[in-house]
């Protein structure tokens, strides 16, 4: 019996992305049919389905190990500690069940094509040629030194080989530059026609801020022209590429990036992450809450 796929997100309170995130776990138990694979996803906080009961519905199929992929852009505190800590802690309430690990998504090409596939939709080919169209790509910022880095490298490799004027990073929450901020650089190095990318793999409250302030922004500078691009989605680019997540966790020895990890190495301004115990988040709908099993409306 093949291990199934687990796919586990963090959770949203968005109706929206929680539906994007079933749909897109249905497109993956359908691809899989075929090769007699289950696939099962959960969240981990904030929305049910959770990672319990994923993990539950795959035990109860008989299944022992799970290929765990998380639904994450970057490696912050969700890949490195929270999700693994949540698997963990499956282990320990059924104890003839493991895990193996995937990496998580990004950074990989497939994205980047799923990226400037939506940077098409608001502003075609001929436009973004033009040398004053930038482009914005919109993270969700993170305390982890190593996940912030990690957007402004997918700027860079958004504008390789692209004809964007340039892509600068911006972030929408916990660093900068913010969405604001970002706007008004790209305005200042030239760019009058600007497109806002949300580099986010469901729709939620974050993405829907990135709109909001963008929009902002513009009336606030009509002297230039921003659009507002969709975040990624439930697409072909994004099954293809946990595909691959999937496969790795099955044959590889898959290791986050610790060169640069705060919980591993002395970073200056984050000595307090050093060698920090990481801990899963407490769901609602968690059987180790202790307010019962009555889980966070989505909406």
């Known amino acids: 019996m093949s291990a199934p796929l687990l796919l586990v997100g963090h959770g949203t309170v968005d109706a929206a992305g929680v539906a ?11 691809l899989l049919e075929a090769d007699r694979i289950d696939a099962a ?21 008989g299944h022992t190990t799970m290929a765990a992929v998380p639904m994450v852009l970057v490696a912050a505190g969700h890949a490195k500690g929270d999700i693994p800590a949540a698997l963990q802690r499956e282990v320990v309430r059924d104890p003839g069940t493991g895990y193996v690990f995937g990496r998580p998504l990004g950074p990989h090409p497939l994205l980047q094509q799923a990226v400037e596939a939506r940077v098409a939709e608001v502003a075609p080919a001929q436009d973004t040629a033009d040398n004053n169209c930038a482009v914005l790509l919109v993270g969700r910022g993170s305390t982890d030194p190593d996940a912030n880095a990690e957007i402004c490298k997918v700027a860079r490799l958004l504008q390789e080989g692209r004809d964007y004027a340039f892509v600068e990073p911006a972030f929408v929450s916990l660093t900068g530059p913010d969405v604001a901020g970002g706007l008004a650089r790209c305005r200042a190095l030239g760019a009058r026609r600007v497109v806002v990318a949300p580099y986010f793999l469901f729709d939620g409250v974050l993405p829907r801020r990135v709109g909001d302030q ?8 009509p002297d230039v022209d921003v659009h507002v691009a969709q975040h990624i989605g439930d697409c072909p680019e994004l099954a293809q590429l946990v595909l691959e997540r999937y496969q790795e966790a099955l044959q590889g020895d898959i290791r986050m990036n610790c060169d640069t990890c705060a919980y591993r190495v002395l970073l200056p301004g984050f000595e307090d992450k050093l060698g920090a115990a990481q ?21």
Not at 41 to 61: K, N
Not at 214 to 221: E, M
Not at 284 to 299: F, I, K, V, Y
Request: charged content about 20%; glycine content about 14%; aromatic content about 8%.
């Open 214 to 221: 963008a929009r902002a922004f513009a009336a606030a500078h």
């Open 41 to 61: 996803g959960g969240f981990i906080e904030l929305s049910a389905p959770t990672v319990h009961e994923a993990w539950t519905d795959l035990s109860g199929r």
């Open 20 to 30: 994007e995130f079933v749909g897109f776990t249905d497109r993956m138990r359908g």
């Open 279 to 299: 801990t899963p988040h407490h769901h609602p709908d968690d059987p180790s809450h202790g307010h019962g099993h009555g889980h966070m409306a989505a909406g």
